[in-house]
């Protein structure tokens, strides 16, 4: 689920249609919030039977934030709509660069499924082709992941995620 936040900022670009903005309200990150996030997922590891998994955009990005320290991935922003998923952050070692992204997410036979609907690095459109082949790479790896459990439902609200699933 984590995985599939952060990579919104491996989106594709949408020529035929307007161009996504993020929300405009502040999403701050607090090591609690983190915290609590970690502990839900952790407690899923040991589960049994049917979850369902609660977050806010506030988790998410405490916890994206948290487990990305160090790399050159900084001042991650993620932003829950019931469209689908916004996410920012700035990306670079020598140079920073910004990417914004937005993708929607669905479920496929118990996997969960991400469409790249459009991303921009330093505020220019990335075109459809270059990005393809990474949503079909992250569409991959979600697969592979998900080998105990089956995802049945997405509920995205502003602000919010609620995942529902069973672990076998």
């Given at each position: 689920?984590?995985?599939?936040?952060?990579?919104?900022?491996?989106?594709?670009?949408?020529?035929?249609?307007?161009?996504?903005?993020?929300?405009?309200?502040?999403?701050?990150?607090?090591?609690?919030?983190?915290?609590?996030?970690?502990?839900?997922?952790?407690?899923?590891?040991?589960?049994?039977?049917?979850?369902?998994?609660?977050?806010?955009?506030?988790?998410?990005?405490?916890?994206?934030?948290?487990?990305?320290?160090?790399?050159?991935?900084?001042?991650?922003?993620?932003?829950?709509?019931?469209?689908?998923?916004?996410?920012?952050?700035?990306?670079?070692n020598a140079s920073d660069h910004k990417v914004y992204a937005f993708m929607t997410v669905t479920c496929h036979e118990g996997v969960v499924q991400v469409?790249?609907?459009?991303?921009?690095?330093?505020?220019?459109?990335?075109?459809?082709?270059?990005?393809?082949?990474?949503?079909?790479?992250?569409?991959?790896?979600?697969?592979?992941?998900?080998?105990?459990?089956?995802?049945?439902?997405?509920?995205?609200?502003?602000?919010?995620?609620?995942?529902?699933?069973?672990?076998?």
């Amino acid at each position: 689920m984590v995985i599939l936040v952060l990579t919104t900022s491996l989106a594709a670009g949408c020529r035929n249609c307007a161009i996504p903005q993020p929300p405009t309200r502040t999403v701050t990150a607090s090591q609690a919030a983190a915290e609590a996030f970690a502990a839900r997922l952790a407690a899923l590891a040991s589960a049994q039977g049917a979850f369902t998994l609660a977050a806010t955009e506030q988790e998410l990005t405490s916890y994206a934030l948290a487990n990305l320290a160090g790399t050159p991935v900084q001042d991650i922003s993620i932003w829950l709509e019931p469209d689908g998923i916004h996410a920012q952050a700035t990306v670079g070692n020598a140079s920073d660069h910004k990417v914004y992204a937005f993708m929607t997410v669905t479920c496929h036979e118990g996997v969960v499924q991400v469409e790249l609907s459009y991303v921009a690095l330093d505020g220019h459109s990335v075109p459809r082709w270059i990005l393809a082949s990474a949503e079909k790479a992250l569409n991959d790896a979600l697969a592979d992941m998900q080998t105990s459990f089956q995802i049945e439902r997405i509920e995205l609200s502003a602000g919010s995620v609620l995942v529902y699933g069973s672990i076998a």
